[in-house]
């Protein structure tokens, strides 16, 4: 029995902001339990509900240098769908109304929370044979673990696996700060270790220090080895390609079921979808004030709202695709300011036709995923995109960008050979989208018969967790063969 630690800075059922929460928090549920035991730590924030803080119960604690500071650590645990959660306490550092603050906050933060996750492992009984950090927030715990604890005996043997969920957030801040916070030894703060462009990057120290780096889809593997999506560190990733794999995301098929699902109000399944997703749309439209026409497209969207999530079209386009009341919007979500009042703006212009809710709620997503005909990515780069995952599962058939996980999970339709999973165009551009979506509309009203078989296509795809666990664990067993050097050989 292999034993795992997932390092994160969220994990649902207890914080999210964003897709790191679905995978860190949901994957270990689906290793093979025979032969993994995969646990998850993070920080045991004060915005994490007071609901789920009750759940928690004490370890243990100790007192941790940082730099200058001897800061208490308490470890706390909670068990949650038969999996174990550690939650680093320290109210100095996690009292924020959010897990993320400023940057240079959050790179203190991130270094304690590194650096108290590996004191706290002989704490809690639980010594990982595998380390599996995420995002930049984890970023300096394999460099740690390869520097000041590479000597100590209890982290002997001790293999780490470091995943990529987007590579634009790196942890950036100034050298001669983050030296002094982590400690580290000067020698790492330069082009070969921790330095980029004159700043110290704990995603790029994460990377070279880790003993295979992963990210969430092939194509965004690839992608991020160019100068077009490796946001600077390209050269970096270029020099890591032996150890560098695009494991794609899956999604928790118990949470995300037509079938059971007990936030819609009607549950359907492969073989009632249509009678199922009618009666959805009806009630959606009811809700949200839309005109209840079964005619017209609704077109799903939730998302972050940020740049990256491709807005800027949409701003550009709305007016035009809402001009004629053939198709309806369903927008949630939160984020930057200027996409968020946007999609009110329409909302206000076009009440019938668009609704906008700038909140998070899990209870409007679901009913989204199952009364939308179409969901909308037209992301500017997506690593691995969930939605579109959840959109087959609901019957709900994609319409996206082809970049990164999205092109690998979404087949685009064609009309000659009756195939494909969805739409999708290529550029980044606004009119190539509209064009995208009046061709799926197109089908929609016209072909209907195209348009269920495409759904039905999307509802049997199998996008569920245990296909991407599986392919962790056989990355695993492959670092324990010893399949590839370790790259503590380098430094
Ligand atoms: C990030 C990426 C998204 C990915 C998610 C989970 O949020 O932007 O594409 O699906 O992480 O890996």
């Excluded at 630690?5 to 290793?31: M, N, R």
């Excluded at 998850?40 to 924030?45: D, F």
């Excluded at 941790?64 to 769908?81: C, M, N, T």
């Excluded at 005619?295 to 969207?301: A, D, E, H, T």
Aim: glycine letters at 8%; hydrophobic letters at 35%.
């Amino acid at each position: 029995m292999k034993k795992v630690l997932f390092v994160t800075s969220e994990a649902v059922p207890f914080v999210k902001t964003g897709g790191l929460a679905d995978i860190a928090g949901a994957l270990p549920k689906y290793y093979d339990k025979k032969k993994f035991d995969v646990r998850i730590i993070l920080p045991r924030y004060l915005c994490i509900s007071e609901k789920m803080r009750e759940q928690m119960k004490f370890e243990s604690h100790f007192y941790l240098d940082l730099g200058w500071r001897k800061q208490y650590v308490g470890i706390l645990s909670a068990v949650y769908d038969g999996i174990t959660y550690y939650f680093i306490d320290n109210e100095f550092y996690f009292a924020g109304m959010s897990p993320y603050n400023n940057i240079y906050e959050d790179v203190e933060k991130f270094a304690f929370f590194s650096k108290a996750v590996i004191e706290a492992m002989p704490y809690i009984d639980f010594r990982p044979d595998i380390v599996h950090c995420h995002d930049w927030q984890t970023g300096l715990v394999p460099v740690y673990l390869n520097t000041l604890y590479k000597d100590k005996a209890f982290y002997q043997n001790m293999y780490t696996v470091y995943t990529i969920h987007n590579m634009k957030f790196q942890g950036r801040w100034k050298l001669k700060a983050v030296r002094d916070i982590t400690g580290l030894p000067e020698s790492l703060f330069t082009p070969k270790a921790l330095e980029a462009y004159g700043e110290s990057n704990y995603l790029k120290g994460g990377i070279l220090f880790s003993d295979a780096v992963t990210t969430v889809s092939e194509t965004y593997a690839y992608e991020i080895t160019t100068e077009g999506g490796g946001e600077g560190l390209d050269g970096v990733m270029c020099g890591c390609r032996d150890k560098l794999f695009g494991i794609v995301n899956g999604i928790d098929y118990d949470e995300y079921n037509p079938k059971t699902d007990k936030l819609i109000p009607y549950q359907f399944d492969i073989s009632d979808f249509a009678e199922g997703k009618r009666k959805n749309k009806q009630a959606l439209q009811r809700e949200l004030g839309l005109a209840e026409d079964a005619g017209s497209m609704l077109i799903g969207i939730v998302s972050r709202m940020t740049e990256q999530k491709g807005f800027a079209l949409v701003e550009y386009m709305m007016d035009s695709l809402l001009s004629d009341g053939r198709m309806q919007f369903v927008v949630l979500g939160t984020g930057e300011e200027r996409y968020e009042s946007m999609f009110r703006y329409f909302a206000g212009k076009y009440p019938k036709l668009i609704s906008a809710s700038n909140c998070y709620s899990d209870d409007l997503a679901h009913k989204i995923y199952a009364s939308s005909d179409a969901f909308l990515m037209p992301s500017q780069f997506e690593p691995c995109g969930l939605s579109q995952l959840i959109s087959f599962r609901y019957g709900t058939v994609p319409i996206v960008r082809e970049t990164g996980g999205l092109k690998d999970t979404v087949i685009a339709y064609n009309e000659y050979e009756h195939s494909g999973t969805g739409f999708s165009f290529a550029n980044y551009n606004a009119h190539e989208m509209r064009d995208t979506i009046l061709y799926a509309l197109n089908v929609f009203r016209n072909h209907k018969e195209e348009w269920n078989n495409m759904v039905v296509r999307g509802m049997k795809q199998d996008y569920s967790m245990y296909v991407s666990a599986d392919k962790y664990a056989e990355l695993y067993d492959r670092l324990y063969q010893h399949n590839f050097d370790r790259i503590t050989t380098v430094f």
